[in-house]
């Protein structure tokens, strides 16, 4: 039985972005509520600042601001469309549909290989980061209904957009 030590195997980079992933994070992060993006930009500054959580995955926003319509969609996603339940929410009732500025966001992962993940270890970990940025934060990995990707701050303290007046 042959051992591989570490030095045989080939050395692992950090996950970065491409310049469109890049600018469409940076769209995503700006529709959120300011203490929202600050938490998470936070968080992400030390996911990325840890040697090994750096070369596990890349978090990134997957969803910010969503249209009544885009949220209906979605809601049909395992209902009357083919895929699994995403969401139980309807258009207008949930977080992601108010403002912008958006009280809520999703994030996955993106793995080395470019894939995209959605694990609940890694968003587990992320979830403590973000929290400790900001305890306002809310991440739905701690709600009985399971939504680990999502995170929001309380929708009352948000001002400005539809449903904000």
């Excluded at 042959?2 to 600018?23: G, H, I, Y």
């Excluded at 996955?108 to 959605?118: I, K, N, P, Q, Y």
Aim: overall charge positive; charged content about 25%; glycine content about 8%.
């Amino acid at each position: 039985m042959q051992r591989v030590v570490s030095a045989d195997l080939p050395p692992r980079r950090a996950v970065v972005l491409s310049s469109r992933q890049a600018t469409r994070e940076a769209a995503r992060l700006a529709e959120a509520v300011d203490y929202l993006a600050a938490a998470y930009a936070h968080a992400l500054a030390r996911w990325l600042g840890d040697p090994v959580l750096r070369l596990v995955g890349r978090p990134i926003i997957t969803e910010c601001y969503r249209s009544a319509e885009r949220q209906n969609e979605l809601y049909a996603q395992g209902r009357t469309k083919p895929g699994p339940v995403v969401t139980y929410k309807r258009g207008g009732q949930s977080n992601h549909n108010l403002g912008p500025p958006t009280p809520a966001l999703d994030v996955a992962f993106v793995l080395a290989d470019g894939s995209v993940s959605w694990s609940a270890l890694l968003l587990s970990r992320f979830a403590r980061l973000v929290k400790a940025a900001d305890a306002r934060v809310r991440w739905g990995g701690d709600w009985k209904m399971l939504d680990r990707p999502h995170f929001e701050v309380p929708a009352g303290a948000v001002k400005g957009g539809p449903g904000h007046e």
